[in-house]
C-alpha cells in the first residue's frame, strides 16, 4: 500500500534521496532532515498507514516491527544504554506533519519532561 504524494512513500520506493541508517523487509529508518537531537532517526514502515492508530489496527506484529527496529537504531546509534526518546505524532494538533506514521527516535542529550 503506498500514496502517490506520501513524502515517506517516496523515501521507501527510493524516488527521493535519504540517509537510510537501518532496514528490514517491512521497515525503513533515515535522519531526520531537521533533527531536535543529536541523534534523531524516523522509523517508518514501508507500507502507508497515515498515522499510529492506523498502524495498530491495521496489521498484526507490524507496530511490533516498527518498535523493534527503533530500539535497533538506538543500539546502532550509540543512545540504547543511556536512553532515548521514542515519539509518535498522530494528528496535526500533535505535531504530525507528514502523514505516514513514523517514530521518531531522539537521543545523544538530556531530554526534558514534559515535551514541547
Same mark, same amino acid.
Given at each position: ?32 532532515v531537521n533533527p531536535q537531537a543529536p541523534t ?28 523493534? @527496529?527503533?530500539?535497533? !537504531?538506538?543500539?546502532?546509534? =550509540?543512545?540504547?544504554?543511556? +536512553?532515548?526518546? /521514542?515519539?509518535?505524532?498522530? %494528528?496535526?494538533? @500533535?505535531?504530525?506533519? !507528514?502523514?505516514?506514521?513514523? =517514530?521518531?527516535?531522539?537521543? +545523544?542529550?538530556? /531530554?526534558?519532561?514534559?515535551? %514541547?
Amino acid at each position: 500500500m503506498s500514496e502517490a504524494d506520501c513524502l515517506f512513500c517516496k523515501i521507501v520506493a527510493g524516488e527521493i534521496p535519504a540517509k537510510i541508517v537501518h532496514e528490514t523487509d517491512r521497515t525503513l529508518a533515515f535522519r531526520d532532515v531537521n533533527p531536535q537531537a543529536p541523534t534523531h532517526v524516523l522509523v517508518v514502515p514501508k507500507e502507508h498507514y497515515p498515522d499510529a492508530a492506523a498502524l495498530a489496527a491495521a496489521d498484526h506484529g507490524l507496530a511490533d516491527d516498527v518498535i523493534k @527496529a527503533a530500539h535497533a !537504531v538506538a543500539e546502532q546509534e =550509540g543512545v540504547a544504554a543511556s +536512553g532515548y526518546r /521514542l515519539v509518535f505524532n498522530t %494528528g496535526a494538533e @500533535a505535531g504530525q506533519t !507528514v502523514f505516514h506514521v513514523h =517514530g521518531h527516535v531522539l537521543g +545523544g542529550r538530556g /531530554l526534558t519532561w514534559p515535551p %514541547g
